[in-house]
């Protein structure tokens, strides 16, 4: 019997790209992002999320595609992320939220290996669904500890 995934499907530039539905905790409107100096590009600054610190991050940024202006879908992911073993939540820019997908295992392909120059260490697979692909995003490893570290670290978050 295989084992069924569950993930949260988002936009980034026209793509679908996916997280494991276990690491979201909300999904909200856009709310007012205080920008943060210092901090690196792909950082927006923070929200107060029922009284917490949460760092956002502009995934296309991180990704480096273009950027766009914000729209009435425009929302933030809220996730937890695992830094040093400790949970910490983190906001993603996202164009908008899809849908919960449910997906066997064995449909997840293993994600093309692109040479030694781009690093694709947080894709975890590929799901071809109706002639498109869905980008399934390891989210503990899209940032590095370090870049964690530095974003949680100086915001204060904890």
Partial sequence: MEKVNEFLTFLLDNEVYAIDINSVREVLDLPKITAVPNMPVYVRGVINLRGKVVPVIDLRKKFNLHPTEDTVRTCIIIMEVALDGIQTLLGAV?????????????????????????????????????????????????????????????IGEG
């Fill in 94 to 154: 996202a164009d908008s939220v899809q849908e919960v997908m449910r997906i066997d295992d064995a449909v997840i392909e293993t994600p093309p290996r692109l040479g030694n120059r781009l690093n694709t260490e947080f894709i975890s697979g590929m799901i071809n669904r109706d002639d498109d692909f869905v980008i399934v995003l390891d989210i503990n490893r899209v940032f590095s500890l370090e870049e964690l570290g530095v974003i949680t670290g100086e």
